[in-house]
Each structure stands twice: as structure tokens, then as C-alpha cells.
């Protein structure tokens, strides 16, 4: 009987720890920048300062579905844990560009933008935020990466 409960206590505390899922990382890859047209492929009028940002990323190896919180730094902590609720920020990933994980955000700004990244398991767990991923995005063609100086 004692082995019994000494086993059910180490695999109910083996349970309790493996149900944590990792932190990602937003790792950036095949990343574009396009002007922002209309299906018809004329410029929106009203709206030719924007752009539109193709975002992929390197898939995580637990990850069934992605979000991306665009420009949340004020919303989520160094940790990943949201401050505040990112629901109006928040963008599904819309499926694959170039064989990655990707979303497509129509109509942005130029100028620096953050983004932070979270998957949900198969099970439905969802991971914490990622750190801020930091991109120029300035004119069509490819987007930059800044580093924070250390």
C-alpha cells in the first residue's frame, strides 16, 4: 500500500510539472512587406501610407495553433503573463507562407512595430507570450529586425 501511494504522489507531481508548456520564441522567417492594395490590386484609397506585413515564424515543436499580439508591450510583462487583456490586439495565425507559421496584417503603419507570439497545445493549453519581437517596417521588400543594445 505504501508503494502504491508513493507512486501515485510522484506521478501526480510528474503530471503537475510536464503541464506547463515552454516559453516560444518569435523567431522571424520568409517575412514580407507589400503595399497595401485592394484584392483588385489598386491602392486603397485614402490609404496609400500603409502597408501590409506578411509575418512567419519557426514553428514550435508542441504548438497545434499560434496567436500573435501585435504591439502589446504595455499589456504583457517581461515574463509572458498579460498585464492587461490583448483580446482587441490579438491575430490568429491565418495558416502557412513559405512553408511557416504566418499571419497577415493589412493596413499598417511604418515605423517600429512589436509583436509577441503564443501557441496553444493539442490538449488546449496555452503557452505564455514570447519576448517582444521588434521589426522597421518601413517600404515594401523586407522587414528589420532591431536588437535592443545590452
Known amino acids: 500500500m505504501k508503494s502504491f501511494r508513493t507512486s501515485l504522489f510522484f506521478l501526480l507531481s510528474c503530471s503537475t510539472v510536464a503541464a506547463e508548456l515552454e516559453r516560444p520564441e518569435l523567431i522571424p522567417q ?7 492594395f485592394h484584392r483588385s490590386g489598386e ?3 485614402g490609404e496609400e501610407d500603409l502597408l501590409k506585413l506578411i509575418l512567419s515564424w519557426k514553428p514550435h515543436r508542441s504548438a497545434e495553433s499560434y496567436e500573435i499580439c501585435h504591439n502589446c508591450l504595455d499589456l504583457i510583462d517581461e515574463s509572458g503573463i498579460e498585464k492587461a487583456n ?33 501557441y496553444s497545445s493539442a490538449s488546449g493549453e496555452q503557452s505564455s507570450w514570447s ?20
Not at 520568409?30 to 497595401?36: I, M, S, Y
Not at 483580446?87 to 499571419?103: C, D, E, H, L, M
Open 131 to 150: 519576448k517582444a519581437l521588434k521589426l522597421s517596417v518601413e517600404e515594401p521588400g523586407q522587414a528589420t529586425i532591431i536588437h535592443d543594445e545590452l
Open 30 to 36: 520568409a517575412t514580407r512587406v507589400k503595399q497595401h
Open 86 to 118: 490583448t483580446a482587441s490586439k490579438v491575430v490568429k495565425s491565418t495558416g502557412n507562407y513559405g512553408g511557416y507559421p504566418s499571419i497577415v496584417m493589412p493596413a499598417i503603419t511604418k515605423g517600429v512595430q512589436y509583436f509577441h507570439l503564443k
Open 43 to 45: 491602392l486603397v484609397e
